[in-house]
């Protein structure tokens, strides 16, 4: 029996410095049943001659030519990607961004996790900045909890790997829906959400098989624990955090539980906000991030 097909969506702009590294690192996959589909959203740099490059001397290397103006985000152009193709003949998808680096036994772990019945598969990362000076653990591996969809991803989306019956259902969620309705969204946590309100069993791994890189051009990256919070506070203090769970929501199913969380909060009153207290550890994966959205909420810090 031939191993299982993987598609590996890899979104480019502006990544000539490290695109040809990357791109290294899928070909060197000890999984070889794989192709690579690459959607460039526009870059200005080189880009385009490198991804020309590459598609004319490995076979299961393709540009996607887009018929859609640009997204304008990472989310956008992954979803683009997404809505544009077809299921086909392939198993399972993984997502790809442009500028870390994968081990070659990255899809290899992935596939047996998801072969044992795991619908969708993320990890911890190998965090590392682009100067080498610094190597640090994100954890995200801690147990899932019955609303942490809600208000948190489960990884980055480069991690991700998942069946083509949730990534057909991702591409159903967005069918006719236009670009300005996720463009600003997170699509890691996006897809997470999507897939874990219809049901769908993730396993997250404590074991990374990647390399994240940091550096100043970076969408959201991860800033260390200290630097992390504060920029994740500027971002909630700003209105960024409760506007994507309040976008995020008109993608879900609708559950009762979602629509209970959802109208705590957004509610005006302080009082009625309080009761979010009752499940605080239900909110994020980590306790003391649990308790960070549960003081957000009941002390009004997120603005509409």
């Known amino acids: 029996m031939s191993p299982k097909k993987v598609a590996v969506l890899l979104a480019t702009y502006n990544g000539s410095a490290h695109l040809r590294v990357q791109l290294n690192t899928l070909l060197a996959q000890t999984h070889k ?17 490198i991804i020309d490059e590459y598609s004319r001397n490995y076979k299961n290397i393709t540009l996607i030519i887009s018929n859609t103006d ?4 990472a ?7 997404i ?6 003949d392939f198993d399972y998808f993984s997502l790809s961004d442009q500028d870390d680096i994968w081990t070659p036994d990255k899809i290899t772990r992935a596939l047996g996790f998801l072969d044992a019945g795991y619908d ?3 990890s911890n990362l190998i965090a590392f900045t682009d100067d080498g000076k610094r190597v640090w653990i994100v954890d995200k591996a801690q147990d899932q909890t019955g609303l942490d969809y809600m208000f948190q991803g489960a990884s980055a989306g480069c991690t991700y790997v998942f069946s083509a019956r949730v990534f057909e259902m991702i591409k159903n969620t967005f069918y006719g829906r236009p670009v300005g309705s996720y463009k600003h969204l997170s699509h890691d946590w996006l897809i997470y959400a999507i897939s874990r309100s219809a049901g769908f069993k993730w396993f997250i791994d404590p074991i990374s098989k990647i390399f994240y890189r940091q550096h100043s051009n970076n969408v959201y990256g991860d800033a260390g624990f200290f630097n992390g919070y504060l920029k994740k506070l500027a971002m909630i203090n700003s209105g960024w955090y409760l ?5 995020i929501s008109q993608f879900l199913v609708g559950k009762e539980s979602e629509k209970k969380y959802l109208d705590l909060v957004k509610n005006k ?13 239900r909110l994020r994966r980590k ?3 649990s308790l960070f959205v549960v003081l957000v909420v009941v002390l009004g810090l997120m603005r509409d």
């Open 269 to 281: 009153n302080i009082f009625k906000r309080m009761k979010i207290i009752n499940d605080w550890t």
């Open 83 to 88: 809505r544009g193709m077809a299921v086909g």
């Open 120 to 122: 969708c598969y993320a």
């Open 243 to 247: 506007k994507n769970i309040n976008d």
């Open 33 to 49: 049943n794989i192709h690579i589909f690459i959607r460039d959203d526009g870059s200005e740099d080189q880009t385009m001659e």
């Open 70 to 73: 640009r997204g304008g985000s």
């Open 287 to 289: 306790k003391l991030e």
């Open 75 to 81: 989310c956008a152009n992954f979803i683009e990607m």
